[in-house]
């Protein structure tokens, strides 16, 4: 019966709980089992040196020094995992043989910093009992169009028929399979080196679409698209298969490594299709950036998914209740786990709504999912924030939510009961 879906119960439910100041906060969710463990992390971006390091061409010493107390400050707030932006274009934060050293360490790209930023992390994060996840960039190479500025090393450089400028910003080329497999033994480097907890992508993979801009892959398609129905199916498929390899990869490289990507929260809206979210964003993951979120968890091609819901509560183009309660009936029935991604940067932020003026925003999140045991757990952008925390919506959550600490949850081992269509 699809009069009231399992989506329409949880939205129901939901509904029924308060949302404003005096909304009384839940520790865990109702019916989850005990002990199964709870998401807390925190994204630690290095792009631009959006979080980490303050600035390029610090010594070792200080960058080490930045980095750990971005590892203690997430301990201290009770949180149990680090995502660690280690490939943030097409570079690397530990010394591997097929890219360059990035630039965000020393301000040239392809210098030795002195030391090795990601080997440092594992070994750190753990001794502090935190979770430490790789975090790649599969496809974006630099955040301008001048090949000349890479390294001269740089694997962009050696092979330009890899390469679309787009929007302003290099990126190789998805559709591509030498590309598929070249970005995917740079990554697995990592996960050879060192004992990561998970591999992380984030929502980047065909590049966000840009009005007036196209990007150029006739060619590829040409050669490698004819046996699909359009170009948008056969760049899902190039995606879908980005996802399936890697998994595989994992399993192959470090059996146990747990593998989670954190797309954009819209999969598709409502209108567009009727198993989409009751949302109208600008923005859908499936026909945007040929991203099929919902199959790779129906499928569980990937062990976790952190949808960025980084809207607020009551919000006109999507709605977080709605939002959490979509993902939720999207999980259920399957090995894969679910964490919702929090727009810790959105609190106090100028030009933001007012809900993201009141510091209990965040709060409020925390206590509309613990009502939905399919929610494992949270993270938070960014450790910018977490360290500044400029109005305190992380300590009201913390308060809240967080009193105790908590381990992260186990990797789900029970089969999928889902139809996975």
Same mark, same amino acid.
């Given at each position: 019966?699809?009069g009231?879906?399992r989506?329409?119960?949880?939205?129901?439910a %939901?509904?029924?709980?308060?949302?404003?100041?005096?909304?009384?906060?839940?520790?865990?969710?109702?019916?989850?089992?005990?002990?199964?463990?709870e998401?807390?992390?925190v994204?630690?971006?290095?792009?631009?040196g959006?979080?980490w390091?303050?600035r390029?061409?610090l010594t070792?010493?200080?960058?080490?020094?930045e980095?750990?107390?971005?590892?203690?400050?997430a301990?201290r707030r009770r949180?149990?995992?680090?995502? /660690?932006q280690v490939r943030?274009?097409?570079d690397?934060?530990?010394?591997s043989?097929?890219?360059? &050293?990035?630039?965000?360490l020393?301000?040239i790209?392809?210098?030795?910093?002195g030391?090795?930023p990601?080997?440092?992390a594992?070994?750190e994060? !753990?001794?502090?009992?935190?979770e430490?996840?790789?975090? /790649?960039?599969?496809?974006?190479?630099?955040?301008?169009t001048d090949?000349?500025r890479? $390294?001269?090393? !740089?694997? $962009?450089r050696? !092979?330009?028929d890899?390469v679309?400028?787009?929007?302003?910003?290099?990126y190789y080329?998805p #559709?591509?399979p030498?590309?598929r497999?070249?970005?995917q033994?740079a990554?697995l480097?990592?996960v050879?080196?060192y004992?990561?907890?998970?591999?992380h /992508?984030?929502?980047?993979?065909y590049?966000?679409?840009?009005?007036?801009?196209?990007f150029?892959?006739d060619?590829?398609?040409?050669t490698?698209g004819?046996?699909?129905?359009?170009?948008?199916?056969w760049?899902?498929?190039n @995606?879908?298969?980005?996802?399936r390899?890697?998994?595989?990869?994992?399993?192959?490289?470090?059996? #146990?490594?747990?593998?989670g990507?954190?797309?954009?929260g819209?999969?598709?809206n409502? =209108?567009?299709?009727?198993r989409?979210s009751?949302?109208?964003?600008?923005?859908?993951t499936y026909d945007d950036?040929?991203?099929d979120?919902?199959? &790779?968890?129906?499928?569980? &091609?990937i062990?976790?998914?952190?949808p960025q819901?980084?809207?607020?509560?009551?919000?006109?183009?999507?709605?977080?209740r709605?939002?959490?309660? &979509?993902?939720?009936?999207?999980?259920?029935?399957t090995?894969?786990?679910?964490y919702?991604g929090?727009?810790?940067?959105k609190?106090?932020?100028?030009g933001q709504?007012?809900?993201w003026?009141?510091?209990?925003e %965040?709060?409020?999140?925390?206590?509309?999912?613990?009502?939905?045991?399919?929610?494992?757990g949270h993270v938070f952008f960014?450790a910018?924030e977490?360290?500044a925390?400029? @109005?305190?919506? %992380? =300590?009201?959550?913390?308060?809240?939510?967080?009193?105790?600490?908590?381990a992260?949850?186990?990797r789900a081992?029970?089969?999928?009961?889902?139809?996975c269509?």
């Amino acid at each position: 019966m699809r009069g009231m879906s399992r989506r329409g119960f949880a939205l129901a439910a %939901l509904s029924t709980l308060a949302t404003g100041p005096a909304a009384r906060p839940a520790s865990a969710a109702p019916g989850r089992a005990p002990g199964a463990g709870e998401m807390r992390g925190v994204w630690l971006a290095t792009v631009a040196g959006r979080d980490w390091p303050s600035r390029p061409g610090l010594t070792a010493a200080a960058q080490r020094g930045e980095l750990i107390a971005h590892l203690d400050k997430a301990a201290r707030r009770r949180l149990n995992t680090v995502i /660690f932006q280690v490939r943030p274009t097409a570079d690397a934060l530990w010394p591997s043989p097929y890219e360059p &050293w990035s630039q965000y360490l020393t301000g040239i790209q392809g210098k030795d910093p002195g030391w090795d930023p990601l080997g440092t992390a594992v070994e750190e994060a !753990h001794a502090r009992g935190l979770e430490l996840h790789a975090w /790649f960039n599969p496809y974006r190479i630099a955040n301008h169009t001048d090949p000349g500025r890479l $390294a001269a090393s !740089h694997p $962009a450089r050696a !092979h330009p028929d890899w390469v679309v400028p787009y929007a302003g910003k290099l990126y190789y080329n998805p #559709g591509l399979p030498a590309v598929r497999a070249f970005v995917q033994r740079a990554m697995l480097d990592a996960v050879a080196r060192y004992p990561v907890d998970a591999v992380h /992508f984030d929502d980047y993979f065909y590049p966000y679409p840009v009005a007036g801009q196209t990007f150029d892959d006739d060619e590829a398609y040409d050669t490698y698209g004819g046996a699909f129905t359009s170009r948008a199916a056969w760049r899902r498929d190039n @995606i879908d298969a980005l996802v399936r390899e890697m998994a595989a990869g994992i399993r192959r490289v470090r059996p #146990g490594t747990r593998f989670g990507i954190s797309p954009f929260g819209v999969w598709r809206n409502g =209108a567009t299709d009727s198993r989409g979210s009751d949302t109208r964003a600008g923005v859908q993951t499936y026909d945007d950036l040929y991203a099929d979120t919902r199959t &790779w968890v129906r499928n569980h &091609w990937i062990d976790y998914i952190v949808p960025q819901l980084y809207w607020h509560i009551g919000s006109p183009a999507a709605d977080y209740r709605t939002l959490a309660a &979509w993902w939720a009936s999207v999980v259920e029935g399957t090995k894969t786990h679910l964490y919702l991604g929090e727009a810790l940067y959105k609190a106090g932020a100028a030009g933001q709504p007012p809900a993201w003026q009141d510091p209990a925003e %965040l709060s409020r999140h925390l206590t509309l999912a613990a009502h939905l045991p399919q929610v494992r757990g949270h993270v938070f952008f960014a450790a910018r924030e977490v360290a500044a925390d400029p @109005i305190g919506a %992380l =300590a009201r959550v913390v308060a809240d939510h967080y009193g105790t600490p908590a381990a992260p949850p186990r990797r789900a081992t029970a089969a999928p009961s889902c139809p996975c269509a």
